[in-house]
């Protein structure tokens, strides 16, 4: 019978080298929390985007949605939780951070039918598409 010892040891190494070296960057690299951005999708139909924003535990009331100088701004500002006398918390693993998160809306968006529906924890958006205007032909008399 043979027995295999795995040393580990190295791998934790590099893992603590790496989060150190990338603590402080923006979200995406870093696994510090104070640029913790809900994630994101975004998808393309003929008529609109959608997108949505990963942000369980808020209520519709907790957002905020802008649009200034073609671009969309989201955010969540945290608000103040109210101690109770009552009890004392052991153990608090909740995160609410706030977070502002900004989008360019390209020409083809019209800005003034975007609609948002927070349900099941996500955020969703609908940035409809402009109609196209349409070329219409014309002729042109000769004088």
């Known amino acids: 019978m043979t027995l295999v010892k795995v040393n580990n040891n190295g791998h934790k190494a590099l893992s603590n080298f790496v989060d150190e070296f990338f603590q402080g960057f923006p979200t995406g690299l870093s696994r510090d929390d104070s640029y ?3 994630p994101v999708n975004v998808h393309e139909t003929a008529d609109a985007y ?15 949605l802008t649009v200034d100088n073609g671009q969309l701004a989201v955010s969540f500002d945290k608000k103040e939780e109210t101690k109770a006398e009552d009890y004392k918390t052991i153990r608090k693993e909740f995160s609410f951070k706030s977070f502002k998160r900004s989008f360019n809306l390209d020409d083809r968006i019209d800005a003034n039918a975007i609609q948002a529906k927070y349900e099941n924890g996500v955020l969703k958006l609908l940035l409809p598409k402009k109609e196209q205007v349409k070329e219409s032909s014309k002729q042109i008399s000769i004088q």
């Open 36 to 38: 913790n951005f809900p």
């Open 50 to 64: 959608h997108l949505e924003l990963s942000a369980p535990g808020r209520t519709k009331e907790d957002f905020k």
